[in-house]
């Protein structure tokens, strides 16, 4: 049986993160995508959730437990979010 949350316990919460979605949007931003001056054409959400599973599979980590923790924390990305924030700010 679990105890009832008592203040300064930790829960999770749906809030947002420094303005973005949730904390794996704003560090796959910044970690990935952050520094981006200029992107020929419209970037898609679907070429940003690529360009992020290329980026962990070039880590050439052996390990898998790695790899799949990795995998569900860039699962809860909001690829739309990025994509609108790189589409709207890219240099034409």
């Not at 290329?54 to 690829?79: C, K, P, Q, Y």
């Amino acid at each position: 049986m679990t105890r009832p949350l008592q203040k300064g316990d930790y829960q999770m919460t749906d809030e947002k993160y420094n303005g973005w979605t949730n904390y794996s949007t704003w560090r796959v931003n910044l970690e990935i995508f952050s520094g981006w001056d200029y992107i020929a054409g419209e970037i898609t959400p679907e070429s940003l959730e690529e360009i992020a599973n290329e980026t962990l599979d070039m880590g050439g980590t052996d390990h898998s437990t790695t790899l799949d923790f990795a995998r569900a924390f860039i699962s809860d990305v909001n690829w739309h979010e990025i994509a609108d924030h790189l589409n709207e700010n890219a240099e034409v």
